[in-house]
């Protein structure tokens, strides 16, 4: 039974921060690329942030210098400190965990970013 569980989402002002996170269970975690995807209403889901099994990143540009992914194996738990959030990262946020030919994908978590 593969599970990805997000918490951490919230309302907040822009400039403000949130941090989101993801523990998974029923996985070999170290072994899988895990990464954040968001969705917002009208658009397409992208690709916020990612990190490799072997403790690589990467971030779409609009989360460059904002964001910082980390994971801690032996807590399978990915993280996703976001800072000097705008109104454009409001967004249902997406765990997801992925190895070969397996995805998985958590419930997802609200972020709304407005004064």
């Known amino acids: 039974q593969v599970q990805l569980v997000e918490s951490g989402g919230g309302s907040v002002q822009p400039g403000g921060s949130l941090r989101l996170s993801c523990v998974a269970s029923g996985i070999t975690f170290s072994r899988y690329a895990m990464s954040w995807y968001r969705q917002a209403p009208g658009k397409q889901r992208e690709l916020v942030a990612g990190i490799s099994s072997g403790g690589n990143t990467n971030y779409a540009d609009s989360a460059k210098g904002r964001f910082t992914i980390s994971r801690d194996n032996n807590k399978n738990t990915v993280r996703l400190q976001m800072n000097s959030l705008e109104p454009e990262d409001t967004a249902v946020y997406y765990c997801?965990?992925?190895?070969?030919?397996?995805?998985?994908w958590g419930q997802g978590t609200q972020v709304t970013v407005s004064s």
């Open positions: 997801n965990g992925r190895r070969l030919n397996f995805d998985s």
